[in-house]
């Protein structure tokens, strides 16, 4: 799976330590839909049942927007 995803920024976020969670850690979006990159919110839950060989992209990048399959993800050998 994959998706397709708009990013707005031109540069780095810098973190600190007040950016740790109540465990300490640093928790960073790898999904692309958290409205609070770089930090997961937790947004990824709607990524669970995508499908391995297609591409998606959420209407407004919002993990609760429409979804729709864009492109298919053909591996070589395949
Ligand atoms: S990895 Fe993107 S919201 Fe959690």
């Known amino acids: 799976m994959a998706r397709e995803v708009t990013h707005e ?3 780095p976020a810098r973190l600190d330590e ?3 969670g109540d465990d300490g850690m640093i928790y960073v979006c790898q999904c692309g839909l958290s409205g609070s990159r770089p930090f997961c919110d937790g947004s990824h839950n709607a990524t ?3 499908a ?3 591409v998606y ?3 407004d990048d ?3 927007g429409e979804r729709r399959e864009i492109a298919e ?3 070589e050998g395949e």
């Open 9 to 11: 920024e031109r540069g």
């Open 18 to 20: 007040s950016d740790t």
């Open 48 to 50: 669970t049942d995508e």
């Open 52 to 54: 391995d060989d297609a």
């Open 57 to 59: 992209k959420y209407e």
């Open 62 to 64: 919002d993990p609760d």
């Open 73 to 75: 993800i053909v591996y």
